[in-house]
């Protein structure tokens, strides 16, 4: 063989070996790359947040007050509204997913979509929806000092009870798993050369709807309005937004209502103080996801009595407020519904002016003032 057949082989061979080269030349998921070596980029989650709500209340049979574009204006819709945005807490475990977790990364989420790249190893998701009020302001504050234990309360009203909190939504999703084997996630995106896993994860109600109406029989102009806002007794302080469990400290509730005269109630007319009053929900009980299957208070907290009260001003310029016992209700309807008192004026014990000018000697709280309360509807 001459020198130059020796060469004609060898370009040969190195063309067919250039070409099998080029011929494979394309980029792989990280998955597929060749060799020990391989430099594996951290994948993608995308989460759906799905907000869950389907609270039974029977609103519309045991409620007499209506609600119209007044009530509306006043004191919003009667509704579990869709949020617009959330607050979204990351916990780290890098190792396994009992273990203390070494970072919590901090997120606001637009909408109810997101998209993130997680490190490999366990994580844990929170996520609870931001206020979004007409005027920017919220009475709820949100308590993030124990990242493990956050909850949320709200502000004193000026009457020294609490506000009632505004309409929000949390969830937990625990022990998300971000696997180094690709083979594992959902699809791979070339342009971006990500690897990516879709999560769907669920937020509930953390805060539940009552509404409350007094109704007023044989009234004939002698209640004329409310010296206050109402207050609900011995409802829960807080929510921790991990589990949903309200706290077992009772506080007052203060709330607003108006009055509407000349309403149906079945075969009667009467004039009506009606409210919507929103509340963590009574105290030591688990959330609504957890107790789907019973509407029935099972907390533990059953020993403590919740009383409407209610500041009532008369005719003659006199007023007195009266507690109404309303524990059966809210206990048979745990996550929210009808709460109602009636009052029958011809029965009800009248303050007068005394000569000094204030009201007679009638007590300002009235203990246990059941005469008020004819009977209570079954929810």
């Not at 909850?151 to 939504?169: K, L």
Request: hydrophobic content about 35%; glycine content about 8%; charged content about 20%.
């Amino acid at each position: 063989m001459t020198l130059r057949s020796s060469w004609y082989i060898i370009l040969v061979v190195a063309t067919l070996a250039v070409s099998a080269l080029m011929g494979s030349c394309r980029i792989e998921p990280p998955l597929h790359l060749p060799g020990e070596t391989v430099e594996m980029s951290l994948p993608e989650i995308r989460v759906d947040i799905n907000v869950i709500w389907g609270i039974e209340a029977d609103w519309e049979r045991y409620w007499y007050y209506g609600w119209d574009a007044d009530d509306v204006a006043q004191f919003g819709s009667i509704e579990y509204p869709q949020p617009k945005s959330f607050q979204a807490r990351i916990y780290y475990h890098p190792d396994k997913p009992t273990d203390a977790w070494t970072s919590c990364s901090e997120l606001w989420v637009e909408g109810t979509k997101f998209t993130r790249r997680f490190d490999f190893g366990y994580h844990d998701l929170l996520l609870w929806s931001e206020i979004d009020s007409e005027d920017g302001t919220q009475v709820l504050i949100i308590d993030e000092s124990d990242k493990d234990a956050i909850f949320a309360t709200t502000s004193r009203s000026r009457i020294g009870a609490y506000n009632h909190p505004e309409i929000f939504y949390g969830g937990y999703d625990p022990g998300l798993y971000v696997s180094d084997d690709y083979s594992t996630y959902d699809y791979y995106d070339e342009e971006r050369n990500v690897w990516v896993k879709n999560l769907e994860t669920e937020v509930y109600p953390m805060v539940y709807i009552y509404l409350v109406q007094a109704i007023i029989y044989n009234n004939n102009g002698r209640v004329t309005g409310l010296t206050a806002d109402p207050a609900l007794s011995s409802l829960s302080e807080a929510v921790t937004i991990h589990t949903g469990r309200t706290s077992e400290q009772e506080i007052n509730v203060a709330f607003p209502m108006r009055l509407k005269k000349g309403l149906q109630v079945e075969d009667r007319v009467a004039d009506i103080f009606g409210g919507k009053l929103t509340t963590f929900g009574l105290c030591g009980m688990n959330s609504w996801v957890e107790s789907k299957s019973s509407i029935i208070y099972s907390g533990s907290r059953a020993d403590l009595r919740n009383h409407l009260e209610v500041g009532l001003s008369f005719t003659n310029r006199a007023d007195s407020t009266y507690r109404f016992d309303v524990t059966p209700q809210l206990q048979r309807q745990a996550h929210g519904g009808v709460i109602t008192v009636e009052i029958d004026v011809d029965t009800l014990p009248l303050p007068h002016i005394t000569t000094t000018g204030g009201s007679s000697g009638f007590i300002p709280t009235i203990g246990e003032f059941t005469d008020s309360i004819s009977h209570e509807f079954e929810m």
